[in-house]
């Protein structure tokens, strides 16, 4: 896929968002010493109907825990998966993303591997005005006209000033801190903060996945989990109970993690995910982690995977005021905040940020289909695929055919026909060319990687061992 490294600290750019009021409070930048009590008050706005224009919706609505934080209606996620605003008839753009995982990332800024950081899926919640991009995200949806549709901050302060946790927010942030009159925009400031904190604490991050258990005995194990592979050059991730082939000059092919906690579905799954020699989801979905926790699968980069336009998207019907191009409206994300922003952009067009893959499958009826609950899923910035098959499937589509456009499907390509396509030169793809239709964004497109059809059905079984909840810590 991309850069085997992702952070460098150089050619770093901040910038400000224009049009927005100057900070007339003495909050310091960067994200806040989070306690128990701030995040009770996030978690109490977090769920606050009444923090809507007419009482309707909470950021809850489009991320729902039980969903893994992201958008519970199986109708809506069937269709356009864009979430209806508190007032009828509005929509956004783009799917809900998971508002859990999310505290690590770093305001936004460029390096020689690209952009990272930010908030939202075109990173236009930045951090830059308040050093931390998660609460600035967290300040977005409340006036966001086609969201929660609040006039404006006063009446924010009003509707938390009147709500049942007033005293709690003081007790937050000290005697007279709910003063709307005097400091709408520092009390504004405060509320996302506190959301901010609910979102980076434990009950919201809990990491306690199956996947994780797995990482806990590893490490026990003296075993490094990024370092799974496939061994053969990626060959030896064929069925399970082949065992690798015998390689044993492979100290980390993946038969060497059995009884850890992964079945050998899973952990063939994980190894091609991370082997640089197959899919390498893991270059953008990183299992780099800090110190003495766990992975957080994305690396807060910027991609375009050549995800078509979902036709289905309520956004393309919304009247001019909020959407002028019509139908004819085109989601170049990080590009176009960039171009707002007056910043260089043609590199950037048709870039999404990486999502972190934690909850990926949490509800989804793939995963449980035993719960009467369950929901369909929808993958994609704009919500286009419907399960986890569908859009891994597409990631290993969308590699077949751009080698076949290049002509380098030779060597590695074809894996013996096991992608779909006769022997190891890739002929026979032709017949596969129109399975999706043509990218959104065409430019800018990330070089995927091939690995054969056999092994996304491994990839999905990984994936859903992501979910919370599988055990208590």
């Known amino acids: 896929m991309r850069r085997p490294s992702c952070i460098i600290l150089a050619l770093a750019l901040v910038f400000s968002l224009s049009g927005l009021a100057a900070r007339s409070f003495a909050?310091?930048?960067?994200?806040?010493?989070?306690?128990?009590?701030?995040?009770?008050?996030?978690?109490?706005?977090?769920?606050?109907?009444?923090?809507?224009?007419?009482?309707?919706?909470?950021?809850?609505?489009?991320?729902?825990?039980?969903?893994?934080?992201?958008?519970?209606?199986a109708a809506v996620n069937?269709?356009?998966?864009?979430?209806?605003?508190?007032?009828?008839?509005?929509?956004?753009?783009?799917k809900p993303p998971s508002s859990a995982y999310a505290g690590d990332s770093p305001v936004l800024h460029q390096t020689a591997d690209g952009w990272f950081g930010g908030m939202f899926w075109d990173g236009r919640a930045t951090g830059e005005r308040?050093?931390?991009?998660?609460?600035?995200q967290a300040q977005g949806p409340f006036l966001n006209p086609l969201e929660q549709g609040i006039a404006n901050a006063q009446v924010l302060c009003v509707k938390v000033k009147n709500s049942g946790y007033a005293g709690l927010f003081e007790q937050v942030w000290g005697a007279g801190s709910l003063n709307c009159a005097k400091d709408t925009e520092g009390v504004y400031e405060k509320i996302a903060r506190s959301v901010a904190a609910y979102e980076r604490s434990p009950e919201v991050n809990p990491f306690t996945s199956k996947f994780d258990?797995?990482?806990?005995?590893?490490?026990?194990?003296?075993?490094?989990?990024?370092?799974?592979?496939?061994?053969?050059?990626?060959?030896?991730?064929?069925?399970?109970?082949?065992?690798?082939?015998?390689?044993?000059?492979?100290?980390?092919?993946?038969?060497?993690y059995r009884n850890l906690g992964l079945s050998d579905e899973e952990l063939i799954g994980l190894a091609v995910f991370t082997d640089a020699t197959r899919a390498n989801c893991a270059s953008c979905h990183t299992?780099?982690?800090?110190?003495?926790?766990?992975?957080?699968?994305?690396?807060?980069?910027?991609?375009?995977?050549g995800v078509p336009k979902n036709p289905q998207n309520p956004f393309y019907s919304m009247p001019p005021a909020w959407n002028p191009d019509g139908a004819d409206w085109i989601d170049y994300g990080l590009g176009g905040f960039l171009m707002k922003a007056d910043l260089p952009y043609k590199s950037e067009l048709?870039?999404?940020k990486v999502p972190t893959l934690r909850n990926v499958a949490k509800l989804s009826c793939e995963a449980e289909p035993e719960n009467v609950g369950c929901i369909v899923k929808a993958y994609g910035h704009n919500g286009y695929f419907k399960s986890l098959e569908d859009i891994v499937f597409f990631y290993h589509w969308r590699a077949a055919m751009d080698c076949m456009a290049s002509g380098t499907c030779g060597g590695m390509g074809g894996m013996g026909g096991m992608d779909g396509c006769d022997g190891m030169s890739g002929s026979g793809c032709e017949g596969m060319a129109d399975m999706f239709p043509p990218p959104e964004v065409d430019q800018n497109r990330t070089q995927l990687n091939m690995f054969p059809r056999m092994q996304v059905d491994y990839i999905v079984a990984f994936l859903k061992t992501l979910s919370d909840g599988y055990f208590q810590k």
């Open 27 to 73: 909050l310091p930048k960067g994200p806040v010493a989070v306690t128990e009590d701030m995040a009770a008050l996030g978690k109490l706005i977090f769920f606050d109907e009444g923090l809507s224009i007419n009482g309707t919706q909470s950021c809850a609505a489009c991320h729902a825990p039980e969903a893994g934080w992201t958008g519970p209606d």
């Open 350 to 352: 048709g870039k999404q």
């Open 287 to 305: 299992l780099n982690a800090k110190p003495g926790s766990y992975p957080l699968f994305t690396d807060f980069g910027y991609d375009n995977l």
């Open 213 to 256: 258990k797995f990482w806990e005995n590893a490490k026990a194990a003296g075993k490094d989990v990024t370092k799974i592979q496939c061994p053969g050059n990626g060959m030896g991730c064929g069925m399970p109970g082949m065992g690798g082939g015998g390689m044993g000059r492979w100290p980390n092919r993946w038969t060497n």
């Open 130 to 136: 308040l050093g931390d991009p998660l609460a600035e």
């Open 78 to 94: 069937a269709g356009g998966a864009v979430y209806q605003g508190a007032l009828p008839h509005r929509f956004g753009n783009r």
